[in-house]
């Protein structure tokens, strides 16, 4: 198994003391990527992701290789301590330049594993921030590592071993999951942009070259027939609201 660990912290000290014990978990080879090293600038909100296509961003020689790591992994580990009750400001950075995902999902095939740590307080809305983002990128699944180290320099809990074990044998036996109700919402929502009056170009293209505008949800997903009635209720919904 390919993993690729995607470090938010600018330290190696909790959250990676935590990666590494999850990591313990998992065989296969790990590709790190440590945000910080990668010095990659503020976004700029141009809208160039968006609006014209991922290529296009000024600081795509910086993000692209971390896209195309990801797209070859099997399993993507995502951390971040929590700062002021988000996530670092280096993963948040990263995540705007991801912003075009929402509109253009790709990851259906992908497993994530999230970890953050915190002092006190925080990790729990900060790991589910995490989780919603990634779903948004179209990730199949997400496990959730949040821990409190307190004063402590981390704790070793059960749970770190559990989760990533889970993670692990998830990531191996490639089974994909059906998606959740709200999953399948935000599909429609971007597919009926797509095939609005006045689409996005980059957005109405990676629909159409994709075969993804045919679809109910990724065709790699199985879905049964509740949820595939369920999403073409929902299309033809959004295709009223979305002119
Ligand atoms: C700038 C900054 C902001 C922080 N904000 C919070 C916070 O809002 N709540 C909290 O409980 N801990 C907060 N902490 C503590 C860290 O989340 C915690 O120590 C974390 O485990 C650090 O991870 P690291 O060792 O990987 O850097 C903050 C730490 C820093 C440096």
């Given at each position: 198994m390919k993993y690729v660990v995607?470090?938010?912290?600018?330290?190696?000290k909790n959250t990676w003391k935590v990666t590494k014990q999850a990591m313990k978990n998992m065989d296969g080879e790990f590709e790190e990527i440590h945000l910080l090293k990668k010095k990659i600038p503020?976004?700029?909100g141009c809208f160039k992701c968006i609006m014209e296509g991922e290529d296009k961003c000024p600081h795509f020689d910086r993000i692209d290789p971390i896209m195309e790591?990801?797209?070859?992994?099997?399993?993507?580990?995502?951390?971040?301590?929590?700062?002021?009750?988000?996530?670092?400001?280096?993963?948040?950075?990263?995540?705007?330049?991801?912003?075009?995902?929402?509109?253009?999902?790709?990851?259906?095939?992908?497993?994530?594993?999230?970890i953050v740590t915190t002092a006190g307080?925080?990790?729990?809305?900060v790991a589910k921030y995490m989780d919603e983002t990634l779903r948004h990128w179209g990730v199949n699944k997400v496990y959730k590592i949040s821990?409190?180290?307190?004063?402590?320099?981390?704790?070793?809990?059960?749970?770190?071993?559990?989760?990533?074990?889970?993670?692990?044998?998830?990531v191996e036996s490639g089974k994909l999951h059906s998606p959740k109700l709200?999953?399948?919402?935000?599909?429609?929502?971007?597919k009926a942009m797509a095939l609005s009056k006045d689409p996005i170009e980059a957005d109405r293209k990676y629909w159409f070259d994709t075969g993804l505008v045919k679809n109910d949800f990724a065709p790699e997903v199985k879905i049964n027939i509740a949820k595939k009635a369920f999403?073409?209720?929902?299309?033809?919904?959004?295709?009223?609201?979305?002119?």
């Open positions: 995607i470090n938010g912290s600018p330290r190696k503020m976004c700029n790591k990801i797209k070859k992994a099997d399993g993507v580990i995502i951390t971040s301590p929590v700062y002021a009750m988000n996530v670092s400001g280096l993963l948040k950075n990263f995540f705007d330049h991801t912003a075009y995902l929402y509109h253009r999902p790709e990851f259906f095939t992908k497993k994530a594993l999230v307080a925080g990790q729990k809305d821990m409190a180290c307190g004063g402590k320099d981390y704790l070793e809990t059960k749970d770190i071993d559990k989760t990533s074990k889970q993670f692990a044998k998830d709200n999953d399948l919402v935000f599909f429609n929502v971007w999403s073409k209720i929902m299309f033809k919904f959004l295709k009223l609201v979305i002119k």
